[in-house]
T-cell receptor, first 113, second 115 residues
């Protein structure tokens, strides 16, 4: 049971490039979300999904796309990277019911130059 | 939407003293209030949580209290140790799991425990 796995751990992009941050969970969690963490700003919700085929926007969705074709995977796409997207990105998942809430991935540190 | 505020942004205590971190929230429909600890370069880790039908919850040296009327909740750490030094985030959501588990986080507080 690997939990929530994020890849890559580090990435440097040039302005205008595109890339996909991967997130996979093996706990059969229905709910998945993406947060970005910036100094002094806490964790801000980008997009979330309540199940396969269902996604919705969070607090800071501009510049990011998501899809949820399977329960396990929830990739985050940057279509045209900008320096303002330099951040640490965390994926998290939670089950439909039960005693435990969010499980976070280990994060992806993205730098856009 | 929900707004969670956390003050102050930094807190320094002497080892062995107690630390109290306070948060306020705005959405009266919020029912679940977790606290996360994040060490440098690591992922946030859940340390304790409380649901709105409970006023206080303890787990060894940490406790959380909730005042639903005033819309604030606090984290209490007793007998602080250097390994308690980290960033602590409070958060709120309508439910712990499922479709209403979308968490809104505070901005975090950096706790430093002086040896």
């Amino acid at each position: 049971n690997a939990g929530v796995t994020q890849t890559p751990k580090f990435q440097v992009l040039k302005t205008g490039q595109s890339m996909t941050l991967q997130c996979a969970q093996d706990m059969n969690h229905e709910y998945m979300s993406w947060y970005r963490q910036d100094p002094g700003m806490g964790l801000r919700l980008i997009h979330y999904s309540v199940g396969a085929g269902i996604t919705d926007q969070g607090e800071v969705p501009n510049g990011y796309n998501v899809s949820r074709s399977t329960t396990e995977d929830f990739p985050l796409r940057l279509l045209s990277a900008a320096p303002s997207q330099t951040s640490v990105y965390f994926c998290a998942s939670s089950p439909a019911t039960g005693a435990y809430g969010y499980t976070f991935g280990s994060g992806t540190r993205l730098t856009v130059v | 939407g929900e707004n969670v505020e956390q003050h102050p942004s930094t807190l320094s205590v002497q080892e062995g003293d107690s630390a109290v971190i306070k948060c306020t929230y705005s959405d009266s429909a919020s029912n679940y209030f977790p606290w996360y600890k994040q060490e440098l370069g690591k992922r946030p880790q859940l340390i304790i949580d409380i649901r709105s039908n409970v006023g206080e919850k303890k787990d060894q040296r940490i406790a959380v209290t909730l005042n639903k009327t005033a819309k604030h909740f606090s984290l209490h750490i007793t007998e602080t140790q250097p390994e308690d030094s980290a960033v602590y985030f409070c958060a709120a959501s309508r439910d712990r799991t499922g479709a209403n588990s979308k968490l809104t986080f505070g901005k975090g507080i950096t706790l430093s425990v002086r040896p």
